[in-house]
């Protein structure tokens, strides 16, 4: 009978172990204020009030590179300096434009190559 006690409390331990998990993010957007003169290891975010549909926004990822240089290939890159929105969520995109027998460069590790189709 002890020994089931024992189990049973055990348990309600544990159960209240696995419910203690990260919180929520404390904001769903941080977006980028690159006007600002403080610096910060990254860029510290804009006014939520002054935040606006232009913060999430590129016009661009849909064109065509020239693909008319040596590696008959273009790559179009976005990370939070074209989208202000991307602060601190790590994702970037990228448009890759490859010409018949074209190529790139691999010049990053194999955790780095994610992209968003
Ligand atoms: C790319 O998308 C923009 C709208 O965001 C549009 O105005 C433009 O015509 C598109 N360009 C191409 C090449 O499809
Ligand atoms: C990629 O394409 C853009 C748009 O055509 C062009 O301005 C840029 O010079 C190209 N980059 C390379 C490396 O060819």
Do not use: W
Request: glycine residues 8%.
């Amino acid at each position: 009978m002890a020994s089931t006690m024992l189990i049973v409390v055990l348990l309600a331990i544990a159960s209240l172990l696995v419910l203690a998990s990260d919180p929520g993010s404390l904001q769903d957007f941080c977006v980028a204020d690159k006007a600002s003169p403080v610096l910060v290891n990254g860029f510290v975010y804009k006014n939520p009030m002054d935040v606006n549909a232009g913060d999430f926004f590129f016009s661009g990822l849909n064109k065509t590179g020239n693909t008319n240089n040596r590696l008959g290939s273009n790559v179009t890159t976005v990370d939070v300096n074209k989208i202000a929105g991307l602060n601190t969520l790590g994702i970037s995109l990228a448009h890759i434009d490859f010409a018949f027998t074209g190529s790139t460069h691999h010049t990053h590790t194999p955790e780095q190559r994610r992209y968003l189709r």
